[in-house]
């Protein structure tokens, strides 16, 4: 599995493409902006994108999905709460007729990839997280030393740390890629990051 990070759009909003190494074939996770840097890496490397997949809805995790379906015939996933029912509503994703909605413990396969889907939400009533192999994709949710915003409509504090409580809780070590800034490991912030250690030791 490679894994390539792209900070894109104005809040340098991650984008991750996720590579079975031996097939070429890809997700892309939160395509927020730029496709044309996207596409450029894909055909760069001779990728075949296959899944789209958003960690929720908000407009900077979301600004290129149209285009990459348009270019690359992929499908595009999200959490069925993410979903707007017009284009006006600025924290949710406008989803095209042929969207994939996917929940709790859903499984879908990238070549010998295979992501499972975790609801994790808070920031938004519909985040989710990606788990694969070792790498977790967290979104908006679980960030290097901090954690997702909730004063956004949708958001919930409460929900967000019964979230970080489930992460916290999972067994072993994971590479976390979230949605902004750097990447870290969940041991890492059981140790130092004041929002999973409050939620871990309040159930």
Do not use: Q
């Not at 390539?4 to 984008?15: I, R, S």
């Not at 949710?92 to 609801?119: C, H, K, Q, W």
């Amino acid at each position: 599995m490679r894994i390539k990070t792209l900070p894109l759009g104005h809040l340098e909003t991650n984008c991750y493409i996720v590579t079975d190494e031996n097939t070429l074939e890809c997700a892309v996770v939160d395509p927020g902006d730029e496709s044309n840097t996207i596409l450029n890496y894909l055909e760069d490397n001779h990728l075949k994108l296959r899944e789209i997949f958003l960690t929720h809805g908000h407009f900077d995790h979301t600004g290129a999905v149209e285009t990459l379906l348009e270019e690359t015939g992929a499908h595009v996933w999200l959490h069925e709460k993410e979903a707007a029912n017009t284009r006006s509503e600025h924290y949710r994703f406008f989803a095209p007729d042929n969207a994939m909605y996917y929940g709790e413990g859903d499984r879908i396969t990238v070549g010998s990839l295979t992501f499972l889907v975790m609801e994790t939400p808070g920031h938004s009533p519909g985040s989710v997280t990606l788990m694969c192999g070792p790498a977790l994709f967290t979104g908006d949710t679980l960030f290097r030393d901090s954690a997702g915003r909730t004063d956004l409509p949708g958001g919930d504090m409460e929900t967000e740390m019964a979230s970080l409580r489930r992460l916290s809780a999972l067994e072993g070590d994971y590479e976390v890629y979230p949605g902004h800034m750097d990447g870290t490991t969940l041991e890492r912030e059981r140790s130092v990051n004041y929002y999973l250690r409050y939620a871990g030791s309040h159930p």
